[in-house]
Each structure stands twice: as C-alpha cells, then as structure tokens.
C-alpha cells in the first residue's frame, strides 16, 4: 500500500546522496524493517553533516511530527523517504528543525531538515539514514555507480 498519492509521468529519475557521508548498502542498516527492505529498495547514508537535502526534484508530501522522516513525490510519481536515523522517533523531534512543509515544491540539493547530530548520535542506536523508494514495485530500480551525485535511478515500467 502506498504512502502517497499517484501521479505518474514516463521518466528517470536519479536519487542523489541527501547527505555528506558514507554511502551504505540497505542491507547492512541495523534496523530490520529498513535491511530487509520492508520499506522498499534503497540506500543509507553515515552522515558526517547535519544538513539533510532533497534527493530529487519533487514535492513534499509530508514531514513527520517528530522530524525524523521526510516523504518526497517526484514528477515520475516515485515516492522517497528520507528516515534520519535508526530510532529517532523517539526523540520527539528534539534536535531536528524543518526547512519544509507538506506541499513544498523542492529541488534536488534544497535544505529539508537541520539535525544537532552531536545531541542525537549518543541517543539512538545509529544516525545511519535510509533513503528508500517506497513504491518500488511500479518502477524500475538500478545503482547509478558511474554518476558520482546519485546512487539510484528510478524508471517507470
């Protein structure tokens, strides 16, 4: 069941890094939900910033309450989440601040959320952060390794 509303145009998409840091396998996140790929195919990222960017070119379908987790729709109706860290729930959005609002129009690189990693890395488990195509089964997923600003690209079909 998807998490978003469709709106699908025959297009690629590429999935850039939405933070400085270590590009991670899904499988090797240690949440079981995001490993197995529960949530759908993807990658993460050890974040060495606190400045978390749009991965695409889309809108933003929704923040969560605790600013752990931002939903994206992209215009080829491919729905990404960009989850900070693994238990960040929990923190109730304490050390989080929002650059964006449900409905927002952004672009690939614009600011999304600002995280205090300092404060939060001792409170959770891990900032290893998920980035994942939450709609895979519509799409077409392969690595992007030779395009070093992207790590996935989405195609319809």
């Known amino acids: ?7 699908h145009k025959a297009a690629t998409l590429n999935i850039a890094v939405p933070v400085s840091g270590e590009i991670i396998d899904i499988a ?6 995001f490993a197995g790929k529960h949530m759908g195919p993807g990658f993460a ?4 910033s606190g400045d978390f960017t749009s991965p695409i070119d889309g809108i933003v379908m929704f923040v969560a309450p605790t600013l752990h987790a931002v939903g994206l729709r992209a215009d080829n109706g491919a729905e990404i989440l960009v989850h900070v860290g ?5 923190l ?3 050390g989080f601040t929002a650059h964006v609002n449900e409905g927002d129009t952004v672009r690939t690189g614009d600011l999304l959320l600002s995280v205090d990693l300092d404060s939060i890395r001792p409170r959770v488990p891990s900032m290893i952060s998920p980035v994942v195509v939450t709609d895979a089964a519509e799409f077409t997923i392969s690595e992007r390794s030779k395009d ?8 319809t079909g």
């Open 86 to 90: 693994i238990d960040t729930v929990k």
């Open 45 to 48: 990222v050890a974040p060495v």
């Open 28 to 33: 090797d996140v240690p949440d079981p939900v």
């Open 92 to 94: 109730k959005g304490d």
């Open 1 to 7: 069941m998807s998490i978003f509303r469709k709106c």
């Open 148 to 155: 070093p600003t992207s790590v996935l690209s989405v195609t």
